[in-house]
């Protein structure tokens, strides 16, 4: 087996936000190794049907898309019971949906502050509620969430994102430690700087900075990011669980 598979034979992969950037681009990676994808979009639904085709034309079965408002735990709910009405049950989990907010701390409002909350951690909790005792019962699943760097390290005019990913860090390692004994590893990619819509809001100067804090020189693929998740999904990596994988191109040594 090389590195990336998910499993000797095709799983049911579940990744959110991916309609766009890393969350389209672990779709298209899970697509290729066969397995049936289950793609999660919020708004766009061109961008999600584009994806989709994609992930048909690089190798997955089945491909099946559904919208649900993730700061809305009913609609989550919605989409766990659209998944059971067709029969379809993922093995493999990746929390991928996230918005960022830019302001310092007297700039953030509350909404923006609950936002954040709600779409990184409280989201990722609603789905590892409804999708882990099936996990639990099979005795195998993969639970993987996309953080950032900041939830390590804090980043000054983004508190609030960086708190949301900080609980989120906390949150895997807890539910690693919960879930471990159903054979069941739970573990986080925290990225820095990624060449995502996101990365693109900064303007060229900001772009220039942070480059040049990077060894590497460049900013990490939406399609690495992708790598290091399809291995964490992989056989390969059955003992890792809890873990908080950073993929900075050495930002942080």
Request: one cysteine or more; charged letters at 25%; proline letters at 4%.
């Amino acid at each position: 087996m090389t590195v990336g598979e998910t499993s000797p034979s095709p799983r049911t992969v579940l990744v959110t936000g991916a309609s766009r950037g890393i969350g389209a681009a672990v779709a298209l990676r899970f697509a290729s190794e066969g397995n049936r994808i289950v793609l999660h979009y919020g708004a766009s639904q061109a961008a999600a049907e584009a994806v989709q085709r994609q992930c048909l034309d690089a190798g997955a079965p089945e491909v099946l898309r559904i919208r649900a408002d993730l700061l809305d735990g009913h609609s989550i709910a919605g989409l766990k019971e659209e998944l059971d009405r067709k029969g379809w049950s993922p093995s493999i989990l990746v929390h991928s949906a996230g918005t960022a907010h830019y302001g310092l701390l007297d700039e953030t409002e509350e909404e923006d502050w609950h936002t954040q909350l709600q779409i990184h951690l409280t989201a990722a909790y609603r789905l590892a509620k409804l999708f882990g005792p099936r996990l639990s019962w099979e005795r195998w699943g993969r639970i993987i969430h996309i953080s950032s760097v900041w939830g390590s390290v804090g980043a000054a005019g983004e508190v609030a994102y960086s708190a949301a990913k900080g609980g989120l860090n906390s949150f895997t390692k807890a539910l690693a430690k919960e879930l471990a004994p159903f054979g069941i590893t739970v573990n986080a990619v925290a990225p820095g700087a990624v060449d995502t819509d996101m990365m693109r809001s900064f303007s060229a100067e900001d772009r220039r900075e942070l480059l040049e804090e990077i060894p590497l020189g460049r900013f990490a693929k939406p399609e690495e990011v992708a790598e290091l998740v399809a291995f964490l999904a992989s056989e390969r990596a059955d003992y890792i669980t809890g873990q908080i994988v950073e993929l900075t191109g050495g930002w942080r040594i």
